[in-house]
């Protein structure tokens, strides 16, 4: 099959791209540095003999970022999924940033993903089948004083992808999102996390292994799912004593 992956060349993406190499499947790998993208495409080439092409771009939710990796997805033929593992977080990140920064992070945890979706879908409804497949964060599940606008996009995404799995009931299309908890990346790297990190060789091969089923909404882990609903119902006035 043929896969677009945005957001490739580092973390979960490139595990993901190894992963789906692997089993033979054709890449057409999306990211910013062109060098990096390269060699990832040669290193699966030369170890899965799978077809990869690649292509220096920054997803946007602007028609020229769209037919460009439009355009460039073509060299494989028909698209039969897209997997979104990219997100931009920001220090700054406190609700007071200007606008060009809010609007570059809503750009890449959300509308990006969302347009880039909405050019793939008719042609998956048509042929009846397809896989789509977004990331977001378990930080998203409960507004907090931190990563404020990275948290609201990640939320938004995640109901963009329930909206879509309800589209298409019924069809041969599967729609899968995943809240992903800490990842042993180099965001995490050096840093004193409250719950163990995870592998993103393990989590790729977790997804990949998954494509086919209807699970829709994933924590991963799984335990990020109890956590996440004990702070859902945490009464207000002792969960905004919490910093985290």
């Given at each position: 099959m043929?896969f677009v992956i945005v ?8 595990s993901l791209a ?8 054709c ?13 990832q ?13 690649t292509?220096?771009?920054?997803l ?17 033929g028909?698209?039969?999924?897209l997997?979104?593992?990219?997100g931009?977080?920001q220090d700054?990140d406190?609700?007071?940033q ?5 609007s570059?992070l ?15 879908l ?6 009846n089948?397809?896989?789509?497949v ?12 931190a990563?404020i ?7 938004g ?28 990346t ?9 719950f163990?990190?995870v592998?993103?060789?393990?989590a790729a ?16 882990p799984?335990?990020w ?11 207000w ?8």
């Amino acid at each position: 099959m043929n896969f677009v992956i945005v957001g490739a060349s580092a973390g979960l993406g490139r595990s993901l791209a190894t992963a789906l190499a692997e089993q033979g499947h054709c890449l057409l790998l999306v990211a910013g540095d062109a060098r990096d993208l390269s060699v990832q495409a040669s290193d699966l080439q030369i170890r899965f003999g799978s077809k990869v092409k690649t292509l220096s771009c920054k997803l946007e939710a602007a028609q020229a970022s769209i037919e460009r990796i439009a355009t460039a997805s073509q060299t494989l033929g028909e698209v039969d999924g897209l997997f979104f593992p990219l997100g931009l977080s920001q220090d700054d990140d406190d609700g007071t940033q200007s606008a060009q920064s809010i609007s570059e992070l809503v750009n890449t945890n959300l509308s990006g993903t969302m347009a880039l979706t909405g050019h793939f879908l008719p042609a998956m409804l048509k042929r009846n089948r397809g896989y789509l497949v977004g990331f977001g964060s378990v930080a998203a599940d409960r507004g907090r004083g931190a990563n404020i606008v990275y948290a609201a996009a990640k939320r938004g995404l995640s109901s963009f992808f329930e909206s879509i799995r309800h589209k298409v009931a019924g069809s041969g299309i599967k729609v899968h999102f995943y809240q992903m908890g800490y990842m042993n990346t180099s965001q995490a790297f050096g840093k004193k996390l409250p719950f163990p990190a995870v592998s993103p060789d393990q989590a790729a091969r977790d997804i990949v292994a998954h494509l086919e089923s209807d699970r829709g909404l994933t924590y991963y882990p799984g335990f990020w799912r109890w956590i996440c609903m004990a702070l859902r119902v945490t009464p207000w006035f002792i969960y905004k004593k919490l910093r985290f």
